[in-house]
């Protein structure tokens, strides 16, 4: 479905004249009220005594319908479609005081406006083409970005990076679409596409295009979502010391009594950008305690979700002791092996990475001592590896929505492939080079339910 299907069946959002406070709630020097729609000119005469002057911020007096002056400042006039919204739009920029832009807001509502959904003003811009999907997306991720990587980031896809990426992309598969369904349509043109190089030249070029994007949208995903990353490993491993090493602050009690923490603690923290939510867990253990036990459960339920776990093993323990705590944390693939307390002597890492590999340990265990930081580095760049974040300079901001949308897109290009390569199956190849397509526009969103735009626009703050 295109924007314009939308906006044509939608009466309401044709009709409506939407308005809402555009600055955060609280006390502030500046409070801004923006208004948006058919009647924007017609509150403007009633409430300023005049139309201002297009794309002219105009000092003037907002008053209420007995001319009682509610606040001075600025107003600003975009006529359309030269606006955020592609409609007329106003933009009152009062003192900053809740009363007195509800005040205000009150008198735009008694001439005729609503207040505006969450995300209607970003809206409106979609659905009057002035942004995509992806640019709307990155003004709700510009606002909540957790660090500076993110921020620019998400000004790259504002800018329209991302989209002009996938529509570059999208443009090349509906070459390729052309090519190959002409050649089915029209056999009498002799148009041997199977045996034709062109065809798997221009499909690999496709397929290397894609992993790229998939790669760099990636980081864009990270950057704009971040992880949960679960410290897991047996009581007095060292889980506290290192959730106090990473955070740089006393975040967990530290303690020799073993089970000192009972609950799942998580703080926020970023790491080259990418802003992550650590959980310092309850020591993984069988415990007749109620609330200990009940702390491991948790403990596992958070291990179960997380998008990372760091085990964290005491070396300095017996080594049997040790490759039995490994054994018994039931490690996966997206898990980084963190060999604590080497600053104790006896430390098992000192025998080696071979001598470890040949006892069962894992090659790129991360040796480091919780108690005095060192190590540290290895285990951030291990974080980052893991987590496969790339660190490049041009990400832009990216959504789990999107990485799901350029997956499906990947499987039904390599399938593609296969019934070429495989099958001689041209009909089959053009079907699936359609889905391609599919895939792809639902980022941008040329092809988009109704049920996606309202929880993509939900989710923004009210006055966006």
Excluded: W
């Excluded at 000192?350 to 006892?359: M, R």
């Amino acid at each position: 479905m295109t924007s314009q299907d939308f906006s044509a069946s939608d009466v309401s959002y044709v009709r409506d004249t939407i308005a809402a406070r555009a600055t955060a709630p609280g006390v502030g020097g500046v409070g801004i009220v923006r208004i948006s729609g058919p009647l924007v000119s017609e509150i403007a005469a009633a409430l300023l005594g005049t139309v201002p002057r297009e794309r002219h911020a105009t000092y003037t007096t907002f008053r209420e319908s007995d001319r009682t002056a509610i606040d001075s400042g600025l107003a600003l006039y975009f006529k359309s479609p030269d606006s955020f919204t592609g409609e007329d739009v106003l933009e009152l920029q009062g003192h900053g005081g809740p009363v007195v832009l509800d005040m205000l807001l009150s008198r735009v509502v008694s001439l005729g406006a609503r207040i505006a959904a969450p995300g209607e003003f970003s809206q409106r811009a979609f659905l009057n083409d002035k942004i995509d999907l992806t640019q709307a997306e990155a003004i709700a991720d510009l606002i909540h970005s957790g660090s500076r990587q993110a921020a620019r980031s998400a000004m790259r896809s504002l800018k329209g990076e991302f989209s002009r990426r996938v529509n570059t992309l999208v443009s090349n598969v509906i070459l390729l679409r052309v090519y190959v369904e002409a050649a089915i349509d029209f056999p009498e043109e002799e148009i041997d596409f199977i045996s034709d190089e062109r065809v798997s030249i221009d499909l690999d070029k496709l397929v290397s295009t894609l992993d790229d994007l998939l790669k760099t949208a990636g980081d864009g995903a990270l950057l704009t979502e971040g992880a949960d990353v679960v410290l897991l490993g047996k009581p007095n491993a060292g889980k506290s010391s290192l959730m106090n090493q990473l955070t740089g602050q006393e975040t967990s009690i530290v303690t020799d009594i073993p089970g000192t923490t009972r609950d799942v603690i998580d703080q926020q923290l970023e790491i080259d950008g990418i802003p992550l939510r650590l959980l310092d867990t309850a020591g993984i253990r069988d415990s007749e305690n109620a609330i200990e036990a009940e702390g491991v459960r948790r403990a596992l339920a958070a291990k179960a979700s997380a998008d990372l776990i760091i085990a964290i093993v005491d070396t300095h323990q017996p080594l049997k002791a040790m490759l039995a705590d490994i054994r018994e944390l039931d490690l996966g693939e997206r898990c980084i092996l963190v060999g604590n307390k080497i600053d104790l002597p006896g430390s098992h890492v000192a025998l080696g990475p071979e001598a470890l590999l040949s006892l069962g340990l894992l090659e790129d265990l991360v040796p480091m001592s919780a108690m005095t930081g060192e190590g540290l580095p290895a285990l951030k760049a291990a974080i980052k590896q893991t987590l496969g974040f790339s660190g490049s300079e041009s990400t832009f901001a990216a959504r789990s929505r999107h990485i799901a949308a350029l997956k499906r897109a990947q499987v039904s290009l390599a399938t593609g492939h296969r019934c070429l390569s495989e099958d001689q199956a041209g009909e089959l190849l053009a079907e699936e080079l359609k889905d391609v397509q599919h895939h792809l526009s639902e980022i941008t969103g040329e092809f988009s339910s109704d049920d996606l735009l309202g929880e993509i626009f939900s989710s923004f703050c009210i006055g966006k």
